[in-house]
């Protein structure tokens, strides 16, 4: 496996475990900018071992725990894959999330999270796929 990937793409990711992220991030160490569609985050601080990472895009699934190093975390929740039990606690997990970061966007519906810190250049919104497009800086 090429060592200088930056950019990973994970789908269908049952678990995401510690012994997962380990094995990544020993053959790909500099990831910045990971999107796993995962339905389960199994340890709560899986992500911590991708020490470069800068941007985290999470579908179906909110991690317990964001890296530290995140400078923009974006987060889709599916109504569907969630009980009506478990909404409130998920949407204190996000609130949690929010408080972490200077600036966050929701897309109206309230399904999608766009949570960032700075990003040098974009001073007014934009749309999300965009962001990685003109601001190869993150």
Same mark, same amino acid.
């Given at each position: 496996?090429?060592?200088?990937?930056?950019?990973?793409?994970?789908?269908?990711?049952?678990?995401?475990?510690?012994?997962?992220?380990?094995?990544?991030?020993?053959?790909?160490?500099?990831?910045? !900018?990971? +999107?796993?569609?995962? *339905?389960?985050?199994?340890? =709560? &601080? $899986? !992500?911590? +071992?991708?020490?470069? *990472?800068?941007?985290?895009? =999470? &579908? $179906?699934?909110?991690?317990?725990?964001?890296?530290?190093?995140?400078?923009?975390?974006?987060?889709?929740?599916?109504?569907?894959?969630?009980?009506?039990?478990?909404?409130?606690?998920?949407?204190?997990?996000?609130?949690?999330?929010?408080?972490?970061?200077?600036?966050?966007?929701?897309?109206?519906?309230?399904?999608?999270?766009?949570?960032?810190?700075?990003?040098?250049?974009?001073?007014?919104?934009?749309?999300?796929?965009?962001?990685?497009?003109?601001?190869?800086?993150?």
């Amino acid at each position: 496996m090429p060592r200088n990937v930056e950019v990973l793409q994970l789908m269908r990711v049952p678990n995401m475990n510690d012994a997962t992220a380990k094995m990544i991030t020993k053959h790909m160490p500099d990831i910045r !900018l990971l +999107n796993i569609e995962c *339905l389960s985050y199994r340890e =709560s &601080d $899986s !992500l911590d +071992n991708f020490r470069n *990472l800068e941007c985290l895009i =999470s &579908d $179906s699934f909110c991690p317990v725990r964001i890296p530290k190093t995140l400078k923009l975390f974006a987060f889709t929740r599916h109504f569907s894959l969630f009980r009506q039990r478990n909404l409130s606690s998920i949407d204190n997990l996000i609130k949690s999330h929010c408080e972490k970061f200077t600036k966050h966007i929701t897309d109206g519906k309230i399904d999608t999270y766009y949570l960032m810190i700075f990003i040098t250049g974009i001073n007014t919104y934009v749309p999300f796929g965009s962001i990685f497009a003109e601001n190869t800086n993150i």
